[in-house]
């Protein structure tokens, strides 16, 4: 009966501070460096979202601070018009919000950011639920942390650049979609 809640914006946290003050039961609150959330992006039950395109070829549900990293990869990227952006701020997820699964309906493609390991993060369940839903994926890609692939210890920004989280790898794993 644990929830996490992981606010990736300055204004998603107070919402996470409320709610899991008021759900009164066993919680996890995860506390990053949070940047402003970003104008197209707007608050949610589940976290924050882009309004709904029509025209995206791409579904990217990122969670926690590094969000900020896959918002500043966007800034001016050429397809930025053509993707839909998903942050979830608590977990478990434990259904596909109804505009991230009509967006994954549309896509077909999907790009999960976090900083959890792979095993019981967001993307693996984002892949568990589209795998129930039996939703046609065409591409799935997980950026997740990668523990200590070269065996050193350091910031948060050198181990974000070491598992493909930072601003530059998140852009050039976008790129492989277009």
Do not use: W
Not at 58 to 79: F, G, K, Y
Request: glycine share 6%; net charge negative; charged share 20%.
């Amino acid at each position: 009966n644990m929830k996490c809640y992981v606010p990736a914006f300055i204004e998603d946290m107070n919402v996470c501070l409320e709610e899991m003050f008021t759900r009164k039961g066993p919680a996890y609150f995860r506390l990053g460096l949070g940047k402003p959330m970003p104008d197209y992006l707007s608050l949610q039950s589940y976290g924050a979202s882009t309004a709904v395109n029509e025209q995206a070829k791409l579904t990217i549900i990122a969670q926690c601070p590094v969000a900020n990293n896959m918002t500043a990869a966007l800034n001016d990227h050429a397809h930025k018009s053509n993707i839909d952006v998903f942050v979830v701020n608590k977990m478990p997820l434990e259904t596909l919000p109804e505009d991230i699964k009509a967006s994954l309906k549309r896509t077909k493609n999907v790009l999960v950011v976090e900083e959890h390991i792979s095993t019981g993060g967001l993307g693996s369940a984002i892949s568990v639920l589209i795998n129930e839903q039996s939703l046609p994926i065409n591409k799935f890609i997980s950026l997740h942390a990668e523990g200590y692939p070269s065996g050193l210890y350091g910031s948060q920004g050198y181990h974000q650049q070491q598992s493909g989280l930072d601003e530059e790898s998140i852009k050039q794993t976008i790129n492989a979609f277009f």
